[in-house]
């Protein structure tokens, strides 16, 4: 079995996850797809990369090259339109069909029928038959059903109210019915404009969970079985039907784990070391369930929340060595959490500070917020 060491991984990932061209979609196939959770992650990762605000909004919203999508363990992702039909099929579609028995119940739930959901989602969809790029605001002044307040949690100290557009919405998007274009507001904001979705290619979902462990594997292997598992929310069986489809190649790994690589793909990763400055829940840091490779254990606690999110961090050469956070003025402040060389300080300072020149008039703050990014932004 061949072994690759954490210093051939760490130099995989710095080779793979900066490409020489920076166009937007260039960027997020090699990364497999953008997290768009927090709608900043999704520029500052393309930003980190070299890459460009028009370019990546000409792909988001004027040429389509890039969709925003849910994907993997329920996430919203952005993902070049061509893997479209392989995300659906081998994940999204699981998730929106637990999506519309949940609507379906939530609407029960609330004193309403299954026929009235029907004549509301029917309404809705002929709506933006007629228009598009419109709100759900914009919708429920054609659709009065969308604007219905649902209680949830009756009689709990959380009790409150749902929109009946926010759980539709999302199910029709997760069947791939609507598509999410420009948001309403900056490109901070998460609340989206929607329109009709292009039809979806189909494809048979074993095919379609080989191919994106394929994908997985190009970006982001050697990994282990139990981080393909993490990444793309399936099941254990699922995870090894995919590697065995494509017979996958078993590599060790320091630890003594066994991981994965595309059959060939065990040569070394050619290029120099260079200096980057990701965002929080960039797709690099959260390629894999083990992170311990690319990040000191020690400093874990410092750059994640608790439920596993990372904050803003300092790459070099494939590894984390420090963190970033943006001040109340919009000053970028940083803390080195590694010993590197002066030419990594220099570079990594370059890299600030081109980040903190694009920053410059935007403040920023992480959805999922840790504790050194609490800290420096104090």
Known sequence: MKHID???????????????????????????????????????????????????????????????????????????????????????????????????????????????????????????????????????????????????????????????????????????????????????????????????????VAEAQAAWVRRWLEVFGPGTEADIKWWTGWTLTAVRKALGALGAEQVGLDGGTVGYVLPGDTEPAPGPKRAAVLPALDPTPMGWQERGWYLDPAHKAELFDRTGNIGPTIWWGGEIVGGWAQRGDGEVAYRLLATVDKAAVKAIEAELGRVGAWLAGHRVTPRFRTPLERELSA
């Open 6 to 204: 954490t210093a051939e991984r760490r130099a995989r990932l710095a080779a793979r996850h900066f490409p020489a061209d920076t166009s937007a979609e260039a960027i997020t196939s090699s990364l497999v797809a953008l997290h768009s959770t927090d709608p900043a992650s999704v520029y500052l990762s393309v930003i980190g990369r070299g890459g460009t605000e028009t370019g990546l909004e000409a792909a988001l919203y004027e040429q389509r090259s890039l969709v925003r999508m849910a994907g993997m363990r329920r996430t919203l992702f952005v993902v070049p339109a061509g893997d479209v039909p392989v995300l659906q099929a081998s994940t999204t579609s699981a998730i929106a069909a637990k999506e519309r028995k949940g609507l379906t119940q939530f609407i029960v739930d609330g004193g309403f029928t299954a026929q009235w959901l029907a004549e509301v989602e029917g309404g809705t969809l002929a709506a933006l038959r007629e228009t598009s790029d419109v709100t759900a605001s914009e919708l429920g002044d054609r659709v009065p059903g969308l604007k219905e307040q649902i209680p949830v949690a009756v009689g709990k100290p959380y009790e409150t109210k749902q929109g009946v557009s926010t759980r539709l919405m999302y199910t029709l998007s997760a069947e791939g019915k609507v598509v999410r274009g420009r948001p309403r507001g900056s490109w901070l904001s998460g609340q989206y404009r929607w329109s009709l979705a292009e039809p979806i290619a189909e494809v048979p």
